[in-house]
């Protein structure tokens, strides 16, 4: 076996180790993934290959193996580099080979680390090795009676040949790689993070109060608190470090001993109290900033990765979030003095008409107002009206209300979506390419109007953080949330499926295998020489070539098409196996597709072969049943209580209804229609036992919630969704008072409100630590 070889195999090990997989599965999607397979394609795809790996652990896979094959890239260079410097000894590679992490490799690299000139290696020139050798070697001797050999013009006397010898000594110790290593562990299991308040800035900072003087284990720090600490001491209103042993009375600190320990240093020997005078000073001077910083990387490093998991998760909540469906639409983009900006879209999102209505303060044309929606409502056919959740939603949503119980059925259903990224959309490029006439503002009421038609569709334009359901989202490793967000994007769009030839071009770049460039190809050649009939055609798109057909083919739908099975999830390269089925069943494709009954009594078992196994032949067999299903859930609708628009409106007990806008580890904001979301502490979230609120809600549910405190001068909402005798809080349940909308192809939930700012930073962390110490 090559040495390329016998590192895949061990790479595929580990990381099969780490995803609950055999190694064999892990080899090969490593081997797809290398071969340019994207990972939709190789989960939905590929299942025989890889054993059935899911996109989860496909997607850990991903990192995992960009992590490690970056380890031993480094491996290779410190080898190199210790080799050429001519010290590599067969044990010192033995322990670089055997190094797991990044971190350990790097203690062990230490010592042969080029450096600047420091003050041990004055001290080796002016010849005080051989000293600092001696009083290690010999405990009997007297430090200071041995250092008078080493008196010349350079060291004028034995204080200074001591603290020559300290300087040498204190850097071998410091470059102990098995030391640093217990340290750590050590520091990671005992230490505390302390943050104090700067002087002065007790005002400024406020919103930081909860951390002005708080300390708690390292080890236990959840994410939404240290981000809050890094924060506050990013803005200079807090002070952090990290601290061992403060509490420790002994007068020799547990990490200075371990330190004497590694080199045997007592206390019965004239050298030993001089040695662990230096065994202190170390710790003081080098080891305890270095392993400080350390571990502060590492809390950051643990804190990005929740906050960036716990937004992947709300995003693809938010993204799977059902389509009300193909209806007209009015979008209103609500505002104060300048006006709630309308826009009327049809059922396919095509922009039909705008307006501007100003029926608040200055001019209160409240009757102008509604009699220019109602007529739009008329003139279009208008079944949904979408109202953005920003300033002034409440007002007009009251307003619109206001206008349909005088208008004669069928009336529209009102809905208040999220805006999150809609200004980030109106001023896009994207939408100054579709609408280069049209003002910004009046752009944002139309991408309102169609996030309510399908939020898949139009939030897939916005930059993923710009979507506003994150936590600290701004303060996290960009590039890490990118990465991690752009997967999540991938993953809903191929489990939804998308219309080839009606899809955006900023849809179709999320296809597995196209890209930015192709979708716009794809959407040139569909303009230029009208809609697809067949996937096939899509081969005669400017430099599609197969490769790219492989990839993309099996996440396009055509509708009505030449080829039936086009509108379904049936690969092209599967269709033989597609056909077998539907002969051996003795029917016409297009009367068999849909019919469970007969699809039912076929034995998937019969048409495996060698290439498409028993995964693929169920996964046919399912799209036949229901083709081009859409995974998403029933259109449904939170339905705010009339009387209470404002936080005063709020009272202790008040039971109301409301949407999930966000979840966090420790509990889920929900918008009561206030302008304010509340919290639903982890605690709070049921009558059991929750360790993590994705357990219980998720972004976009409908739940019953009861309000236990308001605090409004802080802006803090306290909720709960745990029974009382009499009070049936809770998640909601079909027919409590939420809206549904079933029985029309596409119908779901619309998207959840995301509110305009992070309910979970500071303040939301302040007011869940609250919760807690209720």
């Avoid at 952090?240 to 007592?266: F, H, Q, S, T, W």
Wanted: glycine content about 8%.
């Amino acid at each position: 076996m090559t040495d390329s070889s016998s590192l895949a195999a061990r790479l595929a090990r580990q990381i099969a180790d780490e995803i609950g997989a055999r190694p064999p599965q892990a080899a090969a999607a490593i081997a797809l993934l290398d071969e340019g397979a994207t990972i939709p394609f190789i989960a939905r795809y590929r299942k025989e290959a890889t054993g059935g790996l899911d996109d989860t652990q496909l997607r850990l896979l991903g990192e995992r193996l960009i992590y490690l094959r970056e380890l031993e890239a480094r491996r290779g260079a410190i080898l190199e580099s210790v080799r050429q410097q001519g010290k590599l000894t067969d044990e010192l590679e033995a322990a670089i080979a055997g190094a797991a992490t990044k971190a350990e490799l790097e203690d062990i690299y230490l010592p042969f680390k080029p450096k600047r000139r420091n003050r041990a290696d004055i001290a080796r020139e002016r010849g005080l090795g051989p000293l600092a050798e001696a009083i290690l070697a010999d405990r009997a001797q007297v430090p200071a009676e041995l250092a008078k050999a080493y008196i010349t013009d350079e060291v004028p006397d034995a204080k200074s040949a001591l603290e020559g010898a300290r300087d040498i000594l204190s850097e071998q110790f410091a470059q102990n790689a098995e030391l640093i290593g217990r340290l750590r562990g050590y520091l990671k299991a005992n230490a505390s993070l302390r943050a104090r308040v700067v002087d002065g800035k007790q005002e400024a900072g406020a919103k930081f109060s909860d951390y002005f003087d708080h300390v708690e284990r390292w080890a236990n720090v959840p994410s939404h608190r240290a981000l809050a600490m890094l924060r506050g001491r990013n803005e200079e209103v807090l002070a952090l470090e990290i601290e061992a042993d403060a509490d420790d009375p002994a007068p020799v600190k547990p990490a200075v001993r371990m330190i004497a320990e590694a080199y045997d240093i007592g206390a019965r020997l004239p050298a030993d109290v001089w040695l662990m005078e230096v065994a202190g000073w170390t710790w003081r001077v080098k080891l305890a900033l270095h392993l400080s910083i350390d571990l502060m990387t590492e809390l950051r490093m643990r804190a990005e990765t929740e906050a960036i998991n716990v937004f992947a998760r709300n995003l693809k909540d938010l993204l799977l979030a059902a389509p009300a469906g193909s209806r007209a639409t009015m979008g209103l983009d609500p505002g104060i003095r300048t006006g709630v900006k309308v826009a009327v879209v049809d059922g396919t999102g095509k922009l039909l008409t705008t307006s501007t209505v100003y029926p608040f303060p200055p001019k209160n044309d409240v009757r102008g107002t509604q009699g220019e929606l109602a007529n739009l409502i008329r003139r279009h056919g208008v079944e949904l009206v979408a109202i953005g959740n920003g300033t002034g939603s409440r007002e007009t949503e009251k307003l619109v209300a206001e206008m349909l119980a005088d208008m004669p059925p069928p009336k529209p259903i009102k809905v208040v979506v999220s805006e999150a990224g809609a200004s980030v959309y109106s001023a896009s490029e994207a939408a100054a390419a579709e609408f280069p006439g049209l003002d910004v503002s009046l752009r944002g009421a139309v991408s309102i109007a169609r996030r309510l038609q399908d939020p898949l569709a139009e939030l897939v334009k916005i930059e993923p953080k710009s979507i506003g359901v994150g936590q600290y989202q701004h303060d996290v490793d960009q590039y890490h949330l990118a990465r991690a967000l752009d997967g999540v994007v991938e993953d809903a769009v191929n489990a939804v499926g998308v219309d080839l030839n009606t899809a955006s071009a900023s849809l179709l770049a999320r296809v597995s295998g196209l890209g930015a460039s192709l979708a716009e190809a794809v959407v040139a050649h569909r303009d230029a020489n009208g809609p697809f009939a067949s996937r096939r055609q899509l081969l005669d798109v400017a430099r599609l070539g197969p490769r790219t057909f492989e990839q993309c083919a099996g996440f396009l739908r055509i509708r009505d098409g030449s080829e039936p099975l086009d509108a379904s999830a049936v690969h092209p390269e599967a269709y033989g196996v597609a056909r077998r089925i539907v002969a051996a069943c003795g029917r016409d494709l297009r009367t068999l597709m849909g019919d469970s009954a007969a699809l039912g009594a076929v034995d998937p078992r019969a048409f495996a072969d060698e290439r498409f196994g028993l995964p693929t032949v169920r996964d046919i067999i399912a799209e036949l049943e229901k083709p081009g299903r859409d995974p998403r859930p029933a259109f449904r609708t939170a339905t705010f209580a009339e009387d209470v628009s404002e936080m005063k409106d709020l009272k202790p007990g008040m039971e109301l209804e409301g949407t999930v806008t966000n979840v966090a580890a420790f509990g889920a904001f929900v918008d009561i229609g206030v302008h304010q979301d509340g919290l639903v502490h982890v605690s709070q979230l049921a009558d059991r036992f929750v360790k993590d609120a994705h357990e219980v809600v998720k972004v976009g549910d409908v739940v019953k919630v009861r309000v236990l405190d308001i605090d409004l001068k802080r802006k803090r909402i306290a909720l709960s969704m745990r029974r009382e005798a009499g009070g049936p809080a809770g998640r909601d349940a079909p027919g409590r008072g939420a809206r549904e909308e079933r029985g029309k192809p596409g119908g779901g939930r619309p998207p959840a409100k995301a509110p305009a700012r992070e309910p979970q930073g500071a303040l939301g962390a302040a007011l869940m630590d609250a919760l807690k110490r209720r």
